[in-house]
């Protein structure tokens, strides 16, 4: 629980008090929100990257399997001097999406030519199919290789938001709201002891003036 700050009880602090506590309440109540809408968005995101890796890892797999027949069935010299001096060229641009303040990045890429053959840097007459496969594979899982990244890059950073998130809506929930819930009951019973005290002092006036006054006391 948290504990009382030293606090002037005035009526003026009380109002101050007041005013923070409602403000911070208020904010208690939005980063909650924020917390519990960047948790949805952020499962979310948990699931696509699964079925995104999934599907990477796979065509990867196939890819490098293709790799191994290539070589396999190819002479090294012949296939490191068919993929020296590649045909095709990649331009990556970045960009960034905010989802619940967190700066999201978005990849999208553009070739150099869009004819789809650009991306066999070689002729067909000394290579095998098997290598056609590999490079084709390739190609087509690029686009979601570039999506995982975007992915895997926004659970990472979502998740550090909603850490901050979450201790900023604990420091408020067991800190700063007890402290200043405490500190009002502080100061109202404070201005209350107050209060009695000066009616006491009022009606003990009353007795001495009426007493001198009239010569009696109340009762």
Do not use: W
């Not at 007795?207 to 109340?218: I, N």
């Amino acid at each position: 629980m948290a504990g009382r700050t030293q606090v002037n009880p005035t009526r003026m602090e009380l109002t101050r008090l007041k005013k923070k506590l409602v403000t911070a309440m208020r904010g208690h109540k939005l980063l909650k929100d924020k917390r519990d809408e960047l948790m949805r968005q952020f499962l979310e995101k948990v699931r696509e990257n699964k079925r995104l890796r999934e599907h990477v890892e796979a065509g990867i797999k196939a890819a490098n399997k293709n790799f191994l027949l290539a070589r396999a069935g190819t002479q090294d010299e012949v296939l490191n001097t068919a993929l020296l001096a590649p045909k095709q060229k990649v331009s990556l641009e970045t960009d960034t999406e905010n989802v619940m303040s967190v700066e999201i990045p978005k990849f999208t890429f553009h070739t150099r030519t869009p004819d789809e053959n650009d991306i066999f840097s070689y002729g067909f007459s000394f290579t095998s199919s098997d290598l056609d496969d590999a490079i084709e594979s390739l190609s087509d899982i690029f686009p979601d290789m570039l999506k995982l990244a975007e992915s895997e890059k926004a659970c990472q950073l979502m998740a550090a938001e909603i850490e901050k998130t979450r201790r900023r809506v604990n420091a408020l929930e067991h800190v700063m709201i007890p402290e200043l819930q405490e500190n009002i009951k502080y100061i109202t019973m404070k201005l209350d002891e107050n209060e009695r005290s000066t009616q006491i002092r009022l009606m003990k006036v009353k007795d001495m003036m009426l007493k001198e006054a009239h010569g009696y006391e109340t009762i």
